[in-house]
């Protein structure tokens, strides 16, 4: 495996940490500021384009991180276009 798509993974594995964290922290305060969360992703996506990450897999399994944690239904109520099928 060359060392690139290590650095790739572990780049994916650090952004996934920095958004669970963010996301996660934007629901134990309170109603979400939506405002920060589509920041929050646009810096993400960002990211996720500067380290050669594909968006649309890391998005899904993004989404899978925080249903599991009971995030992504708070961060749905509060707006549908936060974290929706890849198009956010």
Known sequence: ???ELWFREDARHALLTVAVAS???AVGHGSP???????TL???????????VPWA???AELR???AAGDVLATLDASSSVV?????S
């Open 1 to 3: 495996m060359a060392l």
């Open 23 to 25: 996301l996660g922290a």
């Open 33 to 39: 500021d939506v405002s920060y969360c589509r920041g």
């Open 42 to 52: 646009d810096a993400l996506r960002a990211s996720c384009c500067a380290f050669g």
């Open 57 to 59: 897999p890391f998005l």
């Open 64 to 66: 899978g991180i925080l």
């Open 83 to 87: 974290v929706v099928d890849g198009r």
